[in-house]
């Protein structure tokens, strides 16, 4: 695929930084050099045109270069993470990789052919247009995680339009489509993109620090922790001129306590699926949590509460299950929103609204009050089978302080008795001592998420 546009933006900042990677500055010029070069040595091994090639790794020079060359051979790219190690078997089996490549640091690489036959229709499909791929794999709240392929030539396009060029921080991880928007935008527009060797909450406030970051994208439960860790008062975060978050519903009360810590930064709510892609929106303010989804070629509509969206940047559909979109090309996104003229506010998955007798809990108005107690530094809320009811609430908590789980639920219910219906309070409290969210800083809702292994604050390298 030609990439021209994209490598006269990078020509034109060549001697500019544009990746900070383990604390050292990699000009533009470094990342073409990269890309040139594994352009050479991917057409020696014979990897191109609808090749599906696997890259294992997280941000660096090298492995920017490597996706930039990937896409001119249009190759089908499925990135992974070290994250993913419990389920990367799974994920080369679903998509069909024929070749992996790690990158381990700056001079230790592989280039691994690993013998899968990639007959899928749409895998062939793609590889006659021409375009290169990419396949993300959903977070899998709903069970098993599916492998989207999109066209990644439709979603480069939205990068064709410049955008004013801000220091962002690389949060999101290179295998979630949130990840691969931050890229992106930083290459097209000749921003710098910081990377960071983990993502705890003193390891990005340091990184913000040390190079003036004025893009943190991150998600509700990343802010969360940031907040309750106080590593905001350990650095000068100043240079942030934007906060953005998504992946999943923010709590008003975090969001309220964000627009006090950074009163002169503006605090954007974004929307995307792994099916479609980073939507364009435009919050009501930047302390709301109503925004309006828009853009050229994409449309919305809410049928019974849920919303669906049409969209030119939507995937060509899973590799591993049926297609989710109508004979019209709408995809149910299975968000249950409140709707006021032109904005909309996203409640929470459907599948994650626990039933309780007959009456609707939405996880994320529960955990919005429970976030407000004493000791709570973090919860997440979901149902449990009950004979009787259908479901229970439970809160599921991370506590400051050590507190008998009784104690807690006693307090618990006298918090919430003024401020939710008596259905909505749990019924059963848990008290667990590992993080509550996923290695993508997402809430564990589901049992099976919740038996998954606990997230690392490291990545590795």
Known sequence: MDIAWLRQVMKRRRQDAAVIWRDEAYSFQDV???????????????????????????????SIGLMLALIELSAIIVPLTPASKAHRDEFLRDAQVQYVVTIYGADQTRVLPVGNLASHPLLLELKASGDPGLVI??????????????????????????????????????????????????????????????????????????????????????????????????????????????????PEATLAR?????????????????????????????????????????????????????TETAMLGYLNAPSPFDEEGWMN??????????????????????????????????????????????????GEKNVLMGNVVVARVNVFEREDPQSLKRRMVSFCADKLARFKIPVKVVVAEEPLFSHRYKKRRTQSERKSPACSDKQER
Request: glycine share 8%; proline share 3%; with cysteine.
């Open 32 to 62: 073409l050099d990269a890309a040139d070069s594994w352009r050479r040595r991917l057409e020696d091994a014979e990897i191109g045109r609808g090749s599906v090639v696997c890259l294992e790794g997280d941000y660096s020079p090298d």
């Open 137 to 250: 794999f959903t977070s899998g709240s709903t069970g098993k995680m599916k492998a989207a392929l999109h066209n990644f030539g439709r979603l480069l396009e939205r990068f064709r339009e410049p955008r004013q060029a801000l220091t962002t921080l690389s949060f999101l991880l290179m295998d979630h489509i949130g990840g691969i928007n931050t890229l992106f935008y930083a290459l097209s527009s000749g921003a710098k993109l910081v990377t960071v060797s983990s993502r705890d909450p003193d390891t990005v406030c340091r990184a913000i620090e040390r190079h003036r970051v004025e893009v943190l994208p991150a998600t509700p439960s990343f802010l969360n922790l940031l907040i309750v860790s106080e590593a905001y008062e350990r650095y000068d975060l100043s240079s942030l001129k934007r906060v953005t978050y998504g992946t999943e519903v923010m």
């Open 258 to 310: 964000l627009r006090q810590l950074f009163p002169k930064a503006e605090i954007w709510q974004l929307y995307g699926l792994s099916e479609l892609g980073i939507l364009r929106c435009r919050s009501r303010d930047f302390g709301s949590v109503w925004l309006k989804v828009e853009g050229e070629g994409l449309q919305i509509k809410v049928v019974d509460n849920v919303l669906w969206i049409k």
């Open 333 to 382: 996104t299975e968000d249950v929103v409140e709707v006021d003229g032109d904005f909309i506010r996203v409640l929470g998955r459907r599948t994650e609204i626990i039933n309780v007798g007959g009456e609707k809990v939405y996880p994320a108005e529960v955990e919005n009050v429970l976030i407000q107690m004493d000791n709570i530094r973090d919860v997440v809320v979901y």
